[in-house]
């Protein structure tokens, strides 16, 4: 299962791609309101969610996926269920993916320790321990990062070639007429 967390306050393109994409792989993705039933996004736009954070099983999870977007970084960091799910990932191998301001977290968690990352521009102080890259994306060993909506695709196809397989990964870039 892969838990994708929802704060009020996420950046909608941030979330909702990577919840679209990795479905369309055939893959258990569930939104997760740690706000409650129905998170807001930073461009008000309401998405219901699948489960709230207090029915999350965090041994059940083969990857989390954390949107940016402000405030919602700021409540995703908050968040108990948040940091024991990612925590439980990190410790058991699992995937983690995080976009825009969101790969701050796993700093702030001394998760990004001898890791390269990205991020939005501006938040590179928070990504402690990590070597910052300019690229889009960045994959160092199970931590997946990005810099934000506009790399929101391919934060997803690096994702989908994660956990699903490269071939996967080059058919859903045909289903979605992907140019890239």
């Known amino acids: 299962m892969i838990y994708v967390f929802l704060a009020n306050g996420f950046e909608e393109v941030e979330a909702i791609t990577p919840i679209d994409f990795l479905r369309r792989c055939g893959l258990d993705v569930r939104t997760v309101g740690v706000s409650g ?3 807001v996004g930073s461009h008000k736009i309401p998405v ?3 489960m709230t954070a207090e029915e999350v099983r965090p041994e059940l999870a083969d990857a989390v996926i954390l ?3 402000m405030p919602g970084t700021l409540n995703l960091e908050a968040s108990e269920v948040v940091q024991k799910t990612v925590r439980w990932c990190a410790e058991n191998g699992k995937w983690i993916g995080a976009i825009c301001a969101a790969p ?3 700093g702030h968690m001394g998760l990004l320790n001898g890791k390269k990352a990205t991020c939005f521009p501006g938040f590179e102080q928070e990504l402690k321990g990590a070597e910052f890259q300019k690229e889009p994306v960045v994959c160092d060993g199970k931590i997946i990062t990005s810099r934000g909506a506009g790399t929101a695709s391919q934060f997803a196809f690096a994702l989908a070639e994660a956990l699903c397989s490269r071939a996967e990964a080059m058919k859903l870039k045909a ?3 992907w140019q890239g």
Request: proline share 13%.
């Open 37 to 39: 039933p129905v998170s």
């Open 48 to 50: 219901a969610c699948d």
């Open 67 to 69: 949107p940016g977007g």
């Open 104 to 106: 701050s977290i796993l």
């Open 175 to 177: 289903g979605v007429q």
